[in-house]
């Protein structure tokens, strides 16, 4: 099982190429939010950039706080998410301790699902898709993309 | 987002409000400098002063911007206070985006605040908040105080003024995201004469993508083929700046008001060393993977023993020319010195500088004095160049106030006409030849990137006025469908005309597609018809004579065949510019 991990994020120059590819290939949309993971700059452009990603939380609050089901635990960290069972009422977002879920103005959920898509995209290797140690075996393919 | 029209926000600070405006023309104006050219026709007033409240400034962006890398640039255009004519002026950070995830076309801003505002505006909202309390901060402060009164960190573009754009200089540019500028002809002045200190653009849009799968697999390959290139090593790495030590061996680099083209101690400033003694980082506009922008830091020791602060500023190739060799500074710490000094004050980097060799010089020859400098200037003399930097922004007595209209002005009044380093507008950094010089002097944008006139200098031994003409109307049209788009042109070697139909295809513009040689030629016309209904009369304009006194690696400049060229231009310009009638 694979998570995404951030951890070279000193070297970002925020050109949201990530960004920009997990809205396109992931939730099929042209969109800087609509995202899982998003970048900000940390108090402003001199002071170099930040990636909002999920953590892979095991177990993640949000789970535990859908009243739906339509989030569940993720083998080896983070969720995975049945958008068909959600009834966008916004506790994902509020039980994530690190802003990593993007509600749009309708109330759908956006969260990384792990799937490295935006990995090859970012020019100076900030990101990285890495095994959880424990959880060998074949990498499952990411049950949740857009709705 | 796809759309055969335009959907335009057109804001009036007179009365505080705003429309959404359809617009047609998709197929004939495209998006970009063809946008705004229309646009200025709608809302600009041809006979009327730049600083007529009723005057547009407007910012537009092109079909393709936030849907392929590089799309990244937005084209700013206004009535000029340097010509009181039609300008166009580019830049890039994240303010292309941010229209786009806004959900506009374009931005167009008429009327005048009572007191200075700033607007804040994204895909849900439109607010005009009083400032007044920022009015004379400079651009960093600025810049930090909007971050924190407007949401949105990371999604959004902060455009903002500093001094010289609140005191109408000619000269004043406008801040794009702390790094880069609507920089030339004064976009910063009509921003002020309206009372505007900034404008925020929230991208908070979602849109949904091109059907099918050919999009997807197109920006992979674009993608590719743009971060494969060298091109993007040339620019990821020194960055423009590495023009410096090329243009210098060249015998082609403007030193000290061009009375030099080359010289060793430029050693010390080129991108190689600049990136080795002060680079701190690489950053990029957004939808950019190239991550041009060089981040260099300068330290001050304000207290002693041991108690400093550092400053982050951005360099590049024209700057480094303008506030380095154009002035005669040679250390690279000094240079950003002044460079902050020009960014902080919200000046365009290269017409102050260019401005201030002028006055370095007419004040050794005696033409000016003390008394109207202020300050000793001097060659080499970086610390009272930060300091008349600061009296050129301020507008500080009468010389500063009318050198911040621009060199020829001063020069018309003072003297020293014949070593004002001007092509239209003051000169960039490209000492090249016959062709360069008259393709910035006439050129739309008075600017090294109307066509690369400098490349043909490069390319050819001996010049034919005529073919240069034909080069420079040729390069300029493909130029101009790239800045519709709008392409950041340091991509230009990669969007070629068959790239940019199938990028056009996929994403539905198919008819724009199939027409980009016609199209293409229309928006040059256009463009030019604005540019003359607004005064402009390329026939009128005069190369001084310090650009025929100099030698580059080619020899002495022809002035015959400068003048023979620049006769050529100006008439294929009128031509171009010429109204159908019946």
Redo the contacts between chains.
């Keep these: 099982m694979k998570i995404l991990i951030t951890p070279r994020m000193e070297r970002c120059?925020?050109?949201?190429?990530c960004s920009?590819a997990c809205?396109?290939?992931v939730h099929?949309?042209?969109?800087?939010?609509?995202a899982g993971i998003?970048?900000?700059?940390s108090g402003?452009?001199?002071t170099?950039?930040e990636a909002k990603p999920c953590l892979a939380c095991d177990p993640a609050p949000c789970a535990a706080a859908c009243p739906t089901a339509a989030y569940s635990q993720r083998k080896g960290g983070g969720v995975v998410v049945k958008k068909s069972l959600c009834i966008r009422c916004g506790a994902c977002d509020e039980a994530c301790p690190v802003d990593a879920i993007y509600l749009?103005?309708t109330g759908e959920p956006f969260v990384c699902i792990h799937c490295g898509r935006c990995v090859p995209?970012?020019?100076?290797d900030c990101l990285e898709l890495v095994d959880v140690p424990g959880t060998s075996g074949p990498t499952e393919e990411p049950k949740e993309a857009a709705s | 987002?796809i759309r055969d029209n335009f959907r335009v926000l057109v804001v009036d600070l007179s009365i505080g409000r705003g429309t959404i405006e359809r617009v047609e023309g998709r197929d004939v104006h495209v998006g970009g400098s063809g946008l705004a050219a229309a646009l200025f026709e709608r809302y600009g007033q041809v006979d009327q002063p730049w600083n007529d409240p009723r005057q547009p400034i407007i910012f537009a962006i092109g079909p393709l911007t936030?849907?392929f890398?590089l799309m990244s640039k937005t084209v700013c255009a206004f009535k000029s206070p340097y010509h009181d004519q039609y300008a166009e002026s580019h830049a890039g950070g994240r303010s292309a985006?941010s229209l786009?995830?806004a959900d506009l076309d374009a931005l167009v801003v008429t009327g005048q605040a009572e007191r200075p505002v700033c607007l804040s505006i994204g895909s849900?909202h439109l607010e005009i908040k009083d400032v007044h309390y920022l009015w004379g901060k400079d651009v960093g402060t600025t810049?930090?105080m909007l971050?924190r009164m407007f949401k949105g960190?990371?999604?959004r573009s902060i455009l903002r003024i500093g001094l010289a754009g609140e005191r109408g200089s000619a000269m004043a540019g406008i801040n794009v995201?702390?790094?880069r500028h609507f920089g030339r002809l004064g976009g910063g002045a009509v921003m002020g004469a309206k009372n505007l200190k900034g404008i925020v653009i929230q991208?908070?849009?979602?849109?949904?993508?091109p059907k099918g799968k050919e999009y997807?697999k197109l920006?992979q390959k674009v993608?590719l083929q743009l971060?494969d290139t060298e091109m993007m090593h040339k620019y990821?790495n020194l960055g423009t700046a590495a023009n410096v030590a090329v243009l210098n061996g060249l015998k082609a680099l403007p030193i000290r008001n061009l009375q030099q083209t080359t010289d060793p101690k430029i050693e010390a400033i080129t991108g190689e060393n600049f990136a080795e003694r002060t680079l701190l980082?690489?950053?990029?506009?957004?939808?950019?993977?190239?991550?041009c922008?060089h981040?260099g830091f300068v330290r001050e020791k304000f207290m002693e023993p041991n108690q400093y602060f550092y400053r982050?500023v951005a360099y590049d190739y024209e700057p480094i020319f303008a506030t380095g060799a154009m002035l005669g500074v040679i250390d690279p710490f000094a240079v950003l010195d002044i460079l902050d000094t020009v960014e902080q004050t919200g000046l365009d980097v290269m017409s102050a500088g260019v401005a201030l060799a002028w006055a370095t010089e007419a004040l050794e020859q005696g033409i000016i004095k003390e008394e109207d400098t202020l300050v000793p200037l001097r060659f080499g003399e970086a610390k009272i160049y930060t300091e008349a930097v600061r009296h050129l922004a301020a507008g500080s007595n009468a010389f500063y106030q009318l050198l911040a209209q621009g060199t020829a002005k001063a020069a018309g009044r003072y003297g020293g006409s014949e070593f004002a380093c001007v092509l239209g507008q003051e000169m960039a950094g490209y000492a090249t030849g016959e062709v360069y010089f008259v393709s910035q002097a006439l050129g739309f944008r008075h600017s090294h990137l109307d066509s690369s006139g400098y490349s043909y200098d490069q390319k050819f031994e001996a010049i034919d006025p005529d073919d240069a003409v034909e080069f420079l109307v040729k390069d300029e049209q493909e130029r101009v469908f790239l800045t519709s788009m709008v392409a950041c042109l340091f991509a230009r070697s990669v969007y070629k005309e068959e790239l940019l139909a199938e990028c056009l295809n996929s994403v539905g513009y198919d008819t724009l597609a199939e027409t980009i040689p016609q199209v293409s030629q229309g928006l040059q016309r256009h463009r030019w018809q604005i540019r003359l209904s607004t005064g402009y009369d390329p026939t009128s304009i005069e190369i001084p004579k310090r650009f025929t006194d100099i030698s580059t690696w080619k020899g002495s400049i022809d002035g015959k065949v400068l003048d023979r060229l620049r006769q050529k231009y100006a008439q294929k310009i009128v031509e171009m510019g010429r109204r159908e009638t019946g």
């Design positions: 120059i925020g050109c949201h190429a920009l809205a396109r290939l099929k949309r042209l969109s800087w939010d609509t998003r970048i900000l700059s402003g452009l001199s170099g950039f749009d103005p995209f970012c020019p100076h | 987002m936030g849907y890398p985006l786009r995830f849900q810049g930090k971050r960190s990371g999604h995201d702390t790094y991208g908070d849009g979602t849109f949904a993508l997807a920006f993608h971060t990821h980082r690489n950053t990029a506009c957004s939808g950019c993977p190239v991550g922008i981040v982050q």
